[in-house]
Every structure is written in C-alpha cells, then in structure tokens.
C-alpha cells in the first residue's frame, strides 16, 4: 500500500507482502517512474462527492479492475475510459486531483486510492495493493486546526486518516506545525492539542475504549504514523552546522548525531515533553531545511535561518517491534522547494483479521486509476516507443 500526505509534503506507504513504504515530497514533485503492467478499470459509472469548504473530502464508489484477459475488444475500446476522465481531470485545476493522478501514474496499476482527506494546504492520500482492497475497512477522517480563529489559507493543523487492514487499526497522522525560532512550546502545544482533540476511531472499535477526555488519543490504535513539518529547529550555530555538512559532504560520510543532538524534537521528547512513546529512525543526512530553491545552499536571505530537521517521520505501536525501520533518508535531487523530501521503508507486523469490521467492500477511485494509468501508457508510448495500437513495444 501507498500512502501519500501533503504539507504539501507528500507521504506513501506500501503494505501486505511487501513493506511499508513511507515518505514525505514536497509539491510538484513525482515518484521514480516504475515499470507497467497493462491492466485498466472497467467503464461502470461511478460517483464522486467533494465537499470544497471548509473541508476537501473526496470519496468514490465502487468499482472494479480486471485482468486485462478479455473485458475490451481492442486496446483502444479499453483505453477510452482513462482518456475521457483524463480531459475530464486535464481541465480541472485543483491541486489535489492532478497531484493524486500524477501518483496513480507513478505508483503504476498495481496500486488503487482508497482514500484522501485534506484541510487547507495539508493533506493525505491512501493507495493499496489490489489484492488487500478487501480487506480494508471504511475509512475515517478528522482534521484539527491549531488557530483559534480559523484562518484563510489553513495552513497550520493537523489531518488524520484511520482504517483496519485486516485485524489491525492504523492511524496516519500528517501535521504543519507552528514555524519560527523561540517557539519550541508552541511547538509542543500543537502536538498536545492533536492528541487531546483526536476523536477517532468512531465507527471502528477503539483499542483504548477506556480513554478519558484530554488524553492521548494516538493510544486508540494499534499503529501510528505521524509525519509532516513539524518545524523542530537545531538549536546549534549556523556557521558551525555548515562547517559540519561541508565536511560530511567532502567525507561522503553520513554521521549526523553532532547535529542532531541540538535537535529541538528530540530535545522534547528525551524531556517527555511530546511524542511520549514514538520512535524514528536514524538520521543519516543533512539538515532539510532550508535551501535556496533549486540549489543545494542554505538558506541566503536576510533571515538566514539555521539548518534544521524540520521534516520528520515519526511512529509508535501498541506491541512492541511490530514496526521497523529499514531505511530512512532525504532525497536531495528533489530541489523544487526549500524542503528536501524525506522517506522511509517500514516493515509492519499486521494481525489476523477480525469478524464484525465495517469494511470498505473494494472501494477505490476508479478516475484516479483510469487518469493515470491513461498518462502512463501515453507518456510510455511517447519514451519508448510504445505502439497504442498494437499494445506491444516497437522498441527491437
């Protein structure tokens, strides 16, 4: 399974007999291009319902995908589906739909959306394996501002998604917290008011259904993934953490620790402060934050603000060593933004199933499928060669 949140970070996941895979881009940026397979969804009519304000929720009906076997006569009867709901999306300038296109077509058909839920600028996105489709239960969402008065751009807060593969209850949790040197209590109180204020799961069974108001609702479930900006600063002189990544740099080395030991996060959570119970993987690449856009320089404005590990992926589990962390990093090609990415692979223990689960019964976003597997199969003609009409590869 993919799951994709957006600050606009974004932020995948991979599930079932695979790993979890879980990252953070920054917008406009895409996934590796991986290679097809030629399957397509059917052209059954399907529903979409979005509520615009002060919330954007979309969801879709059922549908389904086959093997591509024999359901169309001829590639082009098949391809027509994706084609129109691609103009249909082409003319549409929401961010969010050709963003969730843009990863349909990277992640390939082997992956649907089960889900998306977002507030304002911060957002996540679910794609799962086909074969666990069915075994996933309704999906829950819930956002959480930080400002008192809302806000037009809505930009600070936290989104929340919870569903159950199987016999276990996973929340995914995607935040932008309050920036700016001197607010590491601020920083601490959004985290607070996230947990005290989360109300899911509502129609899926709590695993702490003897929680009292104001505390920790991340115990609600079986497994958390909590990432996004968090904006935690290092609190270590410029210069001096400069001097330091120049060295690893010419090194080609990846001992971090002396940098992020004055790391503001993990200052709160040794203090029990924040994050009580949560984990993260080893840093082992320079601070993310904050380049000068399509350059590898810190930041050269007249703020010069201090390197920092703003972005993080952070999890915690009900049994421990149920998850782990094979591979965290940031993708330093990626320099759209003043953030580099970050990812992470996961490994995740996942329970037997359980009866009386409220399932999703093979819901996905049949557009999102069939716009980008229709921009996959055209952009794959147009690199390699690939013949629309023959649907084999020209290439000898």
């Not at 016999?167 to 995607?174: D, E, N, P, S, Y």
């Not at 971090?256 to 030991?261: A, F, R, T, W």
């Not at 790391?263 to 203090?271: G, K, M, P």
Request: aromatic share 12%; glycine share 6%.
């Amino acid at each position: 399974m993919y799951f994709t949140g957006n600050d606009y970070p974004i932020t995948e996941l991979c599930i079932g007999q695979e790993n979890y895979f879980l990252a953070n881009y920054n917008n406009n940026t895409t996934l590796s291009e991986q290679r097809i397979s030629y399957y397509c969804s059917n052209d059954t009519d399907a529903e979409a319902e979005e509520i615009e304000a002060p919330v954007y929720k979309k969801t879709c009906g059922v549908g389904n995908i086959y093997d591509p076997q024999g359901t169309y006569e001829t590639p082009s009867e098949a391809r027509e589906p994706g084609r129109k709901m691609l103009k249909e999306h082409s003319s549409n300038n929401n961010f969010t739909v050709k963003w969730e296109i843009s990863l349909q077509e990277q992640i390939g058909p082997t992956h649907v959306k089960l889900s998306s839920y977002y507030h304002g600028s911060i957002g996540i996105t679910i794609f799962v394996k086909r074969e666990i489709i069915w075994f996933c239960s309704i999906v829950e969402y819930e956002h959480i501002n930080f400002r008192a008065v809302q806000a037009p751009s809505r930009t600070k807060g936290s989104v929340l998604i919870t569903f159950q593969l199987f016999g276990t209850l996973m929340c995914f949790i995607c935040s932008h917290f309050v920036a700016g040197e001197g607010n590491i209590n601020s920083r601490v109180e959004n985290y607070k008011a996230t947990i005290q204020n989360l109300k899911l799961p509502k129609k899926l069974n709590s695993k702490n259904a003897n929680r009292t108001p104001g505390t920790d609702g991340t115990d609600n479930f079986d497994i958390v993934f909590w990432f996004g900006d968090l904006n935690f600063l290092v609190t270590k002189e410029r210069d001096k953490i400069e001097r330091k990544v120049n060295h690893l740099r010419h090194q080609r080395t990846n001992n971090y620790e002396e940098i992020v030991n004055y790391d503001e996060l993990n200052q709160v959570i040794a203090e029990d402060k924040a994050f009580r119970d949560f984990l993260e993987g080893r840093i082992t690449f320079e601070p993310t934050y904050k380049y000068d856009v399509e350059t590898d320089n810190y930041d050269t404005s007249h703020k010069i603000r201090i390197p920092s590990y703003c972005d993080r992926i952070l999890f915690k589990s009900r049994q421990k060593g149920s998850v782990s962390c094979y591979h965290y990093n940031a993708v330093k090609e990626i320099k759209l933004s003043d953030h580099r990415p970050v990812f992470g692979l996961f490994e995740v223990t996942i329970r037997p199933g359980v009866d009386k689960v409220p399932l999703s019964y093979g819901e996905f976003d049949r557009q999102i499928y069939a716009a980008g597997y229709q921009r996959r199969q055209m952009f794959r003609a147009h690199d390699v060669g690939f013949d629309l009409k023959k649907s084999n590869c020209s290439i000898q």
